[in-house]
Each structure stands twice: as structure tokens, then as C-alpha cells.
């Protein structure tokens, strides 16, 4: 291996100069791509820029089988429009966990023949928008190689791997309605949304340790008179006052009604109706009165900190090795101006997460399915996506649920 970067932002750029450090313009090259989950416009965009650089005469799509059913054969079949692009679903019950990229060439333009020359690039990054296309994704690792004897390792490898056509990854038969790959799939056609309690109040609030004294004085009238809620050894107070009342809330509850189906996870809401709550308007009007309000009441709350940090210290109420409650506001304002994710979640309000478990967990999967289903057969009334959840299971057919909602 030649190169390791840890990259966030332009990771697709440097994934296609990597790709392309020993090309031959003049011969065609054949495109390999593995990866555990997948986005087909991601993948169409690596394809785009490289048919624009090389002559490219075949890509080769390898991914997961769980993560085709849950794609679906119509999102899958957008990309294969061309005989030069064949995609795979690898047929095997474990997770394939594969990031590998390869662009090679061959002695004889085929792709049976010896490797002439090309490039290996493997990491940690899927090929998803989060993976590589995301200027604000995560954070990930890539190494190259055009070593000959690594790529050849590589390309026979996934030769032998064994893989089912996309078109059967949704035929399922009513009597296997209750395989694990059913249940997965048709878990995988929505996503959860739980509720985020914290405010900014709260995520602003700076909390004081109390000595023994101050322990001893939970009860004086001094701490609710200063503004101070009152815990077993420590007291806290909400500095940042900010009204904000975001568009989007009625809309989400009224969402969450009509399609949510209540789990220990939170409510699993179908992702074709998630649009509008994963993408709500109004953040960027959001941020800029946020950070304006935090801008124009810092210095004020910087004072009233340290006016009643200095006042409790001074009665022997407050613990003296407590960290300067100053700088943790301080810390929180950085940390919020630098986590983009974090001021969605408050705005939001409701956070979206897919299923937290690992393919592996299957107890754990089969348990959140099966409260999905007594929890709606449990209802004399059902919203739309309880009836499409259950038509979807009796009929082992996923777009069962689509045509309820």
C-alpha cells in the first residue's frame, strides 16, 4: 500500500485520483466497485467522472445483498440503464463489509485476460453520500496500491464470490415471509424518529458542584430566587433565553400520527414519507437568529456566571475544584457552531436514525419487528402505515406497504 489519508471533505476527488494514477488512455479499462452499503448516485458520479477521463468499457457493482433488498429493484435498475454497468447483490448471510475500488486493464481488452496494469484503492468508506460524496460525511480512511499481484489477489477474489440477480431480490414467497431477510427488507422501507427533548435551554444550562455546606443549604429559597434549579449535590441555571418556535413541528406530529408505529427505538415512520422531516425548511433562518441571539447575550452571561460563581464560592456553597463555569459556556457555544449535526437535532426536535443493530443482532431485530406487528394488529384503529406494514407481511410483499401509503 502506497498512500493512507484521512479525509472529510472531497473524498470522492481523491478517490478517483487514486484511481487513476496508472492509466492508459489508450486502452480500455474496467471498473470494479465493492461496498457493503450503497447509493446509486454516488455510484453514478465515480462512473461519470471517470468515463469522462479513460476509455471505460464495463463497471462492475458489488454490495450487499441485505442492502439491495432494502434499495429496492427499482432504485437499483436506474443505474444499470447501459449493458456497460451490471450490478450484484452478494448472496451470503453474514454481512459483506467490503470498500474496495479498483480501475483496471487488461492485455487484451478483456476482462479474462491478464492484468496489464491498474489501481486498488480499499478503506473504511462505503459507497454511500456519507461515505463520498458528502463535503460534511464522515471521516475516512483510503489506501492505494497498484501493485499487479494485489490487484490480481483482489480481482479473484470477488470473481468467486457468490451473488444473486437484482431482479429476484424482492420475490418472496408467503411461506417465507418470516425468513430474516424478509423482516430486515421491510424494516429497511422505513426508519426511526425519537424525540429530541433536550432545548436550548437545557444544552446551555451550566451546572455548579455544591460543596457539603452547600449540600447542607439545598432548601434556602437563595437558589430558586437566583434562577437555580435544584438537584441532590448539584444546582443548575438556563443563562441563554432564545424564543423559536420552528415551522416544521406541527407538520412532523401530524406525520408521526398518521404514519408512525410506536417501538422501544422510537416511532418507525416509512422513508417515503420522511421527506419533509429530514429536510425541513427553515434551519438556515434558524441558525443565523441562533447565533446572532448567542453573539449579543455572551458577554452578559459570562458576567452573570462569574457574578454568581463568585457569590457562592464566596458563602462556601460551590465546590472549589469546580472546572470555571465560564469557560464550559464557552466550550458549548464552539461546539455548537462547529456541529452542524447537532443544531439540526435541536431545531428538528425529532432525530431520524435507522435501525441501531448490527445484521447480526437478529434477536435483537426479530424483537423490534415482531412489537412492530402485535403493536399494530393490537389497534382497532390503524394509521396508514400500520395497514401497509401488516399487507406487506401477510402477503410477503414489500410494495404492500407502498400502496397503503
Known amino acids: 500500500m502506497n498512500k493512507q489519508l484521512h479525509i472529510k471533505s472531497n473524498k470522492q476527488d481523491v478517490l478517483i485520483d487514486l484511481l487513476l494514477k496508472t492509466p492508459d488512455k489508450r486502452r480500455k479499462h474496467f471498473l470494479y466497485l465493492t461496498s457493503c452499503y450503497f447509493t446509486p448516485a454516488s455510484a453514478q458520479k465515480i462512473i461519470d467522472d471517470l468515463d469522462g477521463s479513460i476509455r471505460l468499457s464495463c463497471v462492475t457493482i458489488y454490495i450487499d445483498r441485505k442492502t439491495a433488498i432494502s434499495l429496492g429493484y427499482e432504485a437499483l435498475n436506474n443505474i444499470c440503464k447501459t449493458d456497460k454497468i451490471k450490478l450484484f447483490a452478494v448472496n451470503t448471510e453474514c454481512l459483506f463489509h467490503s470498500k474496495a475500488y479498483a480501475l483496471i486493464s487488461f492485455d487484451q481488452d478483456d476482462a479474462n485476460n491478464e492484468i496489464r496494469c491498474g489501481s486498488l484503492v480499499v478503506g ?41 440477480n437484482i431482479k429476484d431480490i424482492e420475490k418472496f414467497k408467503p411461506k417465507e415471509r418470516d425468513t430474516y431477510s424478509f423482516k430486515y427488507a421491510l424494516m429497511q422501507r422505513g426508519a426511526f424518529v425519537h424525540r429530541w427533548l433536550v432545548d436550548l435551554g437545557q444544552y446551555f444550562s451550566v451546572r455548579y458542584r455544591l460543596s457539603e455546606l452547600g449540600k447542607e443549604k439545598i432548601g434556602d429559597p437563595i437558589f430558586r430566587n437566583r434562577g437555580f434549579e435544584i438537584e441532590t449535590a448539584t444546582i443548575s441555571k438556563r443563562y441563554f433565553h432564545f424564543d423559536y418556535d420552528p415551522p416544521h413541528l406541527e407538520n412532523t406530529r401530524n406525520l408521526i400520527k398518521r404514519y408512525g408505529i410506536e417501538t422501544y427505538l422510537g416511532h418507525w415512520v416509512p422513508r417515503n414519507v420522511l421527506g419533509d422531516l429530514v429536510n425541513p425548511e427553515g434551519i438556515e433562518d434558524f441558525k443565523s437568529k441562533l447565533f446572532t441571539s448567542l453573539a449579543y447575550q455572551s458577554e452578559t452571561i459570562k458576567q452573570e456566571i462569574q457574578h454568581d460563581m463568585e457569590y457562592f464560592k464566596k ?87 407502498d400502496k397503503e401509503l
Open 315 to 401: 458563602a462556601g456553597i460551590l465546590d472549589e475544584d469546580d472546572t470555571s463555569s465560564v469557560d464550559i459556556f464557552e466550550k458549548k457555544v464552539i461546539d455548537l457552531q462547529e456541529n452542524d449535526y447537532k443544531v439540526k437535532r435541536i431545531f428538528n426536535k425529532f432525530e431520524v436514525f435507522d435501525l441501531p443493530y448490527d445484521l447480526r443482532e437478529k434477536e435483537r431485530i426479530n424483537d423490534v419487528f415482531y412489537e412492530i406487528i402485535e403493536l399494530c394488529e393490537s389497534r382497532k384503529t390503524r394509521n396508514a402505515a400500520m395497514k401497509g406494514f401488516l399487507s406487506a407481511y401477510a402477503n410477503a410483499d414489500l410494495d404492500m406497504l
Open 124 to 164: 473504511s468508506a462505503n459507497l454511500t453520500q456519507t461515505g463520498l460524496s458528502s463535503k460534511n460525511g464522515n471521516i475516512e480512511c483510503l489506501l492505494d496500491t497498484q501493485n499487479n499481484e494485489l490487484i490480481n489477489e483482489f480481482f479473484g477474489q470477488i470473481k468467486k464470490l457468490s451473488h444473486i
